[in-house]
C-alpha cells in the first residue's frame, strides 16, 4: 500500500460520461515521485504525436503529489498538465489555493480528463461520485461570478477550479482560476478546458490521508511550523510577499519595462509590496496549510469601478505593471483584477499587451485595426485590449494566439521584440546582464518561465558577466525546483525564508515509508525533466537547440537604461552556455538526450518510442 | 470557567486552515482538516475576510443533549461521552456557534477540548489564548502587519 498518496487515479471521458478509477501504480510512484512527474508520464504515455493541443484526443491531467495536503508547510499546489496550446510541446501549470487537499481528501492522486462534452459542462467529484453535470447559466461567466455561482448552488466547502471567457474562446494564455485569486495561469491550461467545453471542476472531500507514521509526521510537520515562525524570514518577507521583490528587481536593471525594452522603470515605487500594504490591502490570503500568506487581497477604484482582486503579485507587477508602465498600484490592481475575471494569465497577458503597443508605436498597427489608439501607461487601453483577447474579438483574435503567431502576421522586423521562447510567452524577469536566468528561459520545459529556475540571484552573487559555473546551477535548479511540483507543494518556505531542504527529505520518508535520499528524489527529477525533453521532442517536429533560443531584441539591442544600461549577452557567450549546459545534461550538441543518458536515468521505453538506437 | 479562553482577531486569519490540520491531528491522530474542530469560512469575492467559529464551552450543547452524553470536565470545557452518545445530533442542531461537529466516519458528534494545538500553531495569532494574548513566540507579529 502507499502512504502519503490518495492512492487511486480517476480517468473521466467526458464525451461518453464514463468513468474508472484505478490505483496509483506503485511503479509511478517511486519513478515519477507525483503531481508534475505523473502529469509528465501520464501524457507520455496517452498522447500521440499527431494529436493537437485543441483535439478531442488531447488529455488533462490534474495531479497532486504525495505531500500535497499533509500536515507541513504550504503543501497545497496541484499542477495541470496538457498538450501546450502555447508551444505544440510540453504543457503545466500549477497553482495553489485549496482545492489539492481537497482532491487528496476525495480520494485522487490524479484525475485525466479526456475527450470532448457535447455541451458546456462541469465535473463535480465527492469522494465516490463523480459526475459530468451540465454548465447551464455557469458557461460566458467570469470567473469570479462563475465560482460565487457554483459555491451557493455546491456549497461553501467546494472547492472549485474554472475558466473564463478566455478559456471558453480557447485564448492560447487562458488560465485556471481558483479559490477567488489563484491561478494555474501559464500555457493556455484553461484553453484546453475550453475546448473540452469544461468550465469548471469542482471537489469535496471527507477522507484522510493515509501516513506511514502520523504520530512521527505530526511532531515533524510541528516543527517545521515552529522553525518558520522563529525564522526571521517569516515576519520579513510575509507582509508584502511575492511583491517585495519588485524592489531589488529594479534596482538590479532586470525590471521588465516597456515590453522588456529596459529593465527599469522609474515608477517603481508607485506598485511595489509597500504600495499594496498602505494603499489597497483587505487581507493576506493563504493557501492550504501555509504559514507564510503571499495572497495579498486588496481593493480599489478605477474610473467609476469599485473592485476587488487578489494581487497583484510580483509577476502582475512585472508584466502589467513595468512592462506596460502603469504608475499606480491601484491600476495595476485593476487590470489583474480583469485579467483573473477574464480568466487570463497576466504574465502572458502582460506581455502580449506590450507588444500590441509597441506594435502600435512603431506603426505596425493602427486605430482602424485596433479600434482605439493604443499608449503604453494607460489602464482603460489595457483593460479595453484585454477584454477583446477574452472574446477574441478584432485585433484581439489575433493577440488571443500570442506573440509569436502574432509577430509572425504582423511582421514588419515585430519578431524582434516579441518576447517567447518556444512560443510561450516571458514572464518578469529581463536578463541581458543576468546569463544565468537568460539561460534558464531558453530552456524551461515548457517555454519562457522563471519558476524552473531562478538563477538571477546567482548572476548576482558571483557577478554578472561571469559564465562559469552558470550552466551547472542552472541544471542544478532545474532539478531542484521542480522537485517540489512532484511532490505537490510550495517551494516557498525554501526559496523565500530561506528553510532547510532536509527537513523535506525526512518528512518524506515518514510521510510515504519509501526509503529515499534527497539525491534519489533529485535523481527523479532529472528523469521528469529528461521525459518532458522527450515529450518535446515526439511532439514538435524538429524539436532540438533552435527551441532553446531567446527573442532577438535581447542579443541585438543593449540595455539602453538603469542600472543594467549598456549590457547585452553576447551571442556567442549564450552559445558557450548552452554547449555546457547540454553537456551536463547528457544531451548532444543539438539539444537531443543521447540514447546512454536515458537508459541511466531508467527512460529505456523513451529511446524505444523515439527510435533513438 | 475553562482553563484556556479561546479568542480570535478574524481580521488576521489568512484562512490556512493549519488550524483545522493540527486539530485533528491532536484529537485523532489523523491528517484531516475535516475532522477539526473549528470552523474557517471563506468570504469572497466580497468582502474579502475569513470567519473563525469556534467554540467557547458554553455548555448549550450539554443542556439539549437527552441522553446527558456531554460532559463538563474539570477544567472547564465540555466532552462528547462517546459511550453515551446515540448520535441523534440534535447539539449539532442546536449548537450557537455551530460548532459541534460530524464526519461520514464518526458516529457520533465531536467537539473543542480546549487542548491549545490551534493557538501554538496558527501562523497568523488570528485565533489566540485571551488570557495570555502574547503566547506565540512571535511576538513582533502585531507591528509587522
Ligand atoms: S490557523 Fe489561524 S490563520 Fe490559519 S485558518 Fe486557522 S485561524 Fe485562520
Known amino acids: ?613 | 470557567m475553562s482553563a484556556l479562553r479561546l479568542a480570535v482577531n478574524q481580521d488576521n486569519c489568512s484562512g490556512c486552515r493549519v488550524c483545522q490540520l493540527v486539530c485533528a491531528m491532536e484529537q485523532f491522530s489523523e491528517n484531516n482538516p475535516k475532522k477539526g474542530r473549528l470552523g474557517i469560512h471563506g468570504r469572497f469575492p466580497e468582502p474579502g475576510k475569513y470567519e473563525i467559529s469556534y467554540c467557547d464551552q458554553c455548555g448549550v450543547c450539554a443542556d439539549v443533549c437527552p441522553v446527558e452524553a456531554i460532559e463538563e470536565h474539570d477544567d472547564g470545557y465540555y466532552w462528547v461521552n462517546e459511550e453515551l452518545c446515540t448520535g441523534c445530533m440534535l447539539c449539532v442542531e442546536e449548537c450557537p456557534r455551530d460548532v459541534m461537529f460530524t464526519h461520514p466516519d464518526r458516529e457520533t458528534p465531536f467537539k473543542c477540548v480546549d487542548c491549545g494545538v490551534c493557538v501554538t500553531y496558527c501562523p497568523r495569532n488570528a485565533i489566540y489564548d485571551a488570557d495570555d494574548p502574547q503566547r506565540t513566540k512571535y511576538k513582533e507579529f502585531e507591528e509587522v502587519q
Not at chain 1, 509590496?273 to 486588496?298: D, N, W
Open chain 1, 1 to 613: 500500500m502507499l502512504y502519503g498518496y490518495a492512492g487511486r487515479i480517476l480517468r473521466v471521458n467526458l464525451g461518453d460520461g464514463s468513468k474508472e478509477v484505478t490505483d496509483t501504480p506503485e511503479e509511478m510512484a517511486r519513478e515519477f515521485i507525483g503531481s508534475r512527474g505523473f502529469g509528465s508520464k501520464i501524457l507520455w504515455d496517452e498522447l500521440d504525436a499527431d494529436v493537437k493541443p485543441f483535439d478531442r484526443d488531447n488529455i488533462i491531467v490534474m495531479a497532486a503529489g504525495p505531500l500535497s495536503g499533509v500536515l507541513l508547510p504550504s503543501s497545497g499546489k496541484i499542477s495541470f498538465h496538457t498538450k501546450s496550446p502555447a508551444t505544440g510541446g510540453y504543457a503545466d501549470s500549477n497553482m495553489g489555493g485549496h482545492i489539492c487537499a481537497e482532491l487528496k481528501q476525495a480520494g485522487y492522486d490524479a484525475v485525466v480528463i479526456e475527450g470532448r462534452a457535447a455541451e458546456p459542462s462541469y465535473l463535480y467529484l465527492e469522494d465516490d461520485e463523480v459526475e459530468v453535470r451540465p454548465a447551464g447559466d455557469l458557461w460566458g461567466m467570469g470567473c469570479f461570478e462563475g465560482e460565487e455561482y457554483l459555491k451557493e448552488e455546491l456549497g461553501e466547502d467546494a472547492q472549485i477550479a474554472l475558466i473564463g471567457p478566455a478559456g471558453e474562446n480557447k485564448v492560447k494564455y487562458a488560465c485556471i482560476g481558483h479559490d477567488f485569486g489563484r491561478q494555474a495561469g501559464r500555457c493556455g491550461v484553461g484553453a484546453v478546458m475550453g475546448d473540452k467545453n469544461l468550465k469548471a471542476v469542482a471537489v469535496r472531500g471527507s477522507r484522510t490521508i493515509p501516513l506511514k507514521d502520523p504520530e512521527a509526521v505530526y511532531e515533524k510537520g510541528k516543527a517545521m511550523y515552529q522553525e518558520v515562525f522563529d525564522n526571521p524570514g517569516f515576519l520579513e518577507w510575509t507582509p508584502e510577499g511575492t511583491a517585495g521583490v519588485t524592489d531589488w528587481i529594479n534596482e538590479i536593471g532586470s525590471f521588465p519595462t516597456k515590453n522588456f525594452w529596459t529593465g527599469y522603470f522609474e515608477d517603481y515605487d508607485k506598485i511595489n509590496g509597500r504600495a499594496i500594504l498602505e494603499q489597497i490591502l483587505v487581507t493576506h490570503k493563504g493557501c492550504f496549510s501555509c504559514p507564510i500568506p503571499c495572497g495579498k487581497y486588496s481593493t480599489g477604484t478605477v474610473g467609476d469601478e469599485d473592485f476587488v482582486v487578489e494581487g497583484p503579485e510580483y509577476e502582475t507587477i512585472a508584466m502589467m505593471g513595468g512592462n506596460l508602465m502603469l504608475d499606480s498600484i491601484e491600476k495595476v490592481a485593476y487590470v489583474n483584477k480583469v485579467a483573473d475575471d477574464l480568466g487570463l494569465d497576466t504574465i502572458s497577458g502582460g506581455n502580449v499587451i506590450a507588444f500590441a503597443i509597441e506594435c502600435f508605436e512603431k506603426g505596425l498597427l493602427d486605430e482602424e485595426m485596433v479600434g482605439r489608439t493604443l499608449e503604453w501607461g494607460n489602464v482603460d487601453d489595457v483593460a479595453y485590449v484585454l477584454d477583446l483577447i477574452a472574446r477574441r474579438e478584432g485585433i484581439g483574435d489575433l493577440l488571443a494566439e500570442g506573440v509569436r503567431y502574432a509577430s509572425r502576421q504582423i511582421g514588419g522586423g515585430s519578431q524582434q521584440f516579441a518576447i517567447e521562447t518556444k512560443g510561450l510567452e516571458w514572464s518578469g524577469y529581463e536578463s541581458r546582464w543576468a546569463p544565468s536566468q537568460m539561460l534558464a528561459y531558453a530552456t524551461a520545459d515548457v517555454g519562457a518561465h522563471h519558476n524552473r529556475a531562478w538563477g538571477i540571484t546567482y548572476d548576482i552573487a558571483v557577478g554578472r558577466d561571469a559564465l562559469e559555473g552558470k550552466a551547472e546551477k542552472i541544471v542544478e535548479l532545474q532539478h531542484l525546483r521542480p522537485l517540489f511540483d512532484a511532490l505537490g507543494i510550495c517551494r516557498f518556505p525554501w526559496v523565500e525564508i530561506d528553510f532547510d531542504l532536509q527537513h523535506y527529505e525526512e518528512i518524506f520518508k515518514i510521510v510515504t515509508g519509501m526509503d529515499f535520499s534527497w539525491e534519489d528524489l533529485l535523481r527523479a527529477s532529472e528523469r521528469i525533466w529528461n521525459l518532458n525533453r522527450a515529450f518535446n521532442m515526439k511532439h514538435i517536429p524538429g524539436f532540438g537547440r533552435e527551441d532553446d533560443s531567446v527573442p532577438e531584441r535581447f542579443f541585438e539591442e543593449d540595455v539602453p537604461t538603469g542600472p543594467a544600461e549598456g549590457h547585452r549577452l553576447p551571442r556567442a557567450d549564450f552559445e558557450k552556455l548552452l554547449d555546457r549546459y547540454y553537456e551536463l545534461r547528457g544531451w548532444d550538441v543539438n539539444g537531443r538526450p543521447t540514447p546512454e543518458t536515458l537508459a541511466e536515468l531508467g527512460l529505456d521505453f523513451v529511446i524505444e518510442e523515439l527510435d533513438l538506437q
